[in-house]
């Protein structure tokens, strides 16, 4: 990353993308009538967008470079915290689906620690590693639903 507001704009594009696509994902399975995994996409959807704000907020007065897609060094084909479109299956189990999530939330970890192991920019250093910390976060949360939902507890979202 070149500057704050390139990784800005990466960190909006991710958010984004993984908004949509658990948005897409819960759409499938509400169709489906797979309502127990709808609704799980659907509340990582709701999350997504939140941090998607949060993401703009951060980006403040900057004036955010307009990049094509071409212009994203994603360490993948797609955004890192996109979930992988295969959960789309109208027979996913929530096992599965919380397994989805969880690679699209390690995913984004890794791709914010790259960039905070490998910037030497303090400003972008200091984000990204704001960034690695609420990833980290959601990955750990990832992981207690997983727990949870192997205990027969219900998770949140089905109480």
Known sequence: MESVEEFLA?????????????????????????????????????Y???????????????????????????????????AAIWAADPFIGIEQALQVALDAESAGLAFYDEVLQNTTDPEIKALAREFVQEEAQHVAELKRWIVLHSSGAKLPMQK
């Not at 819960?26 to 659907?42: H, I």
């Open 48 to 82: 997504s967008l939140l941090h998607l704000g949060d993401a703009r907020e951060r980006s403040g007065y900057r004036k955010l470079p307009t990049l094509c897609e071409a212009d994203y060094q994603w360490p993948d084909i797609e955004s890192p915290e996109a």
């Open 10 to 46: 990466h960190t909006i594009q991710l958010e984004n993308e993984a908004a949509l696509r658990f948005g897409q994902l819960a759409d499938a399975m509400r169709t489906a009538g797979n309502n127990e995994v709808a609704r799980l996409f659907r509340q990582l959807a709701d």
